[in-house]
């Protein structure tokens, strides 16, 4: 698989590049940020992925995610793909709303049409994504880890989830933990899954808990001045689910902070050095 270069910078001694490629998941093309910190000639580098929010491309937490200075610091490559196809042939939302279609393919596989040819995301960030990258940068695939915020932090944790062993660390910032029920995952799963609640188990981080999903333990910060927090994210449901399973969970409640990326930027650091302990043990 080849990849086309879009840019690169220099930044903390590494290298900031964004890149091109015709997905075959997607049948679309697809853009995405890889940042490499410096590194000895023939190094192989522990990678954290992460899997943005509603609305977001590869650009946002790139340009303000403040993630490369404890990257080099720590010698952690960083992934930033994007969050759903995109093309003018792409099916989006009927109404042009903004957390459902174009920007918010929620990390699922569309059994639904119009949306089953394109929304492939699952697909994409676990298969076909880890594979071109590794063809392509010095990645250490025994040493994956995956992050991610809001729509990616509900990403995030069911992908480490359903994958316990290829992902040594997972952690969120304002996660949506129970799409199934909350607004944005109900029409969400519905449009892209159907609307048989069972199958949206999969892609539902409390319920692949109910069923009996394991891992070694999560980081999970919220801003409790955050708009979505009581109606969207619901942490608590969380907090219950990994209590009665015995799962490990670090839940921060961040005082003043909101949804943004002043939020994501702050804790950005403290994230990436919990990762990179469970990275290089």
């Known amino acids: 698989m080849t990849i086309q270069t879009v840019s690169t910078n220099t930044s903390y001694g590494g290298v900031q590049g964004v890149y091109r490629h015709a997905s075959q998941a997607t049948g679309t093309d697809m853009v995405f940020s890889v940042y490499v910190p410096p590194h000895s000639a023939g190094a192989k580098l522990p990678v ?57 393919g929620f990390y699922v596989d569309a059994t639904q049409e119009p949306f089953a040819r394109n929304y492939r995301m699952w697909s994409y960030v676990t298969d076909e994504l880890p594979k071109l990258v590794a063809e392509n940068f010095p990645v250490d695939a025994k040493r994956q880890s995956v992050m991610g915020h809001s729509m990616g932090g509900h990403g995030a944790l069911t992908v480490a989830l359903r994958n316990p062993h290829r992902y040594r660390a997972a952690s969120a910032f304002a996660p949506i933990v129970a799409p199934s029920l909350v607004p944005w995952g109900i029409k969400a799963l519905t449009g892209y899954l159907g609307p048989n609640k069972e199958t949206w188990r999969n892609h539902d981080t409390v319920a692949l808990i109910e069923d009996g999903a394991k891992y070694s333990g999560f980081l999970v910060d919220v801003g409790e001045a955050d708009n979505f927090l009581k109606e969207q994210l619901k942490p608590e449901l969380l907090q219950a689910a990994c209590t009665k399973a015995g799962i490990p969970l670090t839940l921060r409640r961040q005082a003043g902070y909101d949804h943004s990326y002043y939020f994501i930027s702050t804790f950005m650091g403290d994230h990436l050095h919990w990762h990179a302990e469970r990275l290089k043990g």
């Open 48 to 104: 954290v992925w992460y899997l943005s929010g509603l609305t977001c491309t590869h650009a946002n937490v790139t340009e303000k995610g403040e993630f490369r200075k404890a990257c080099a610091e720590l010698g952690l490559i960083f992934v930033a793909p994007d969050t759903s196809p995109r093309g003018p042939d792409v099916p989006g939302d009927a109404n042009n709303a903004y957390d459902f279609g174009l920007g918010a």
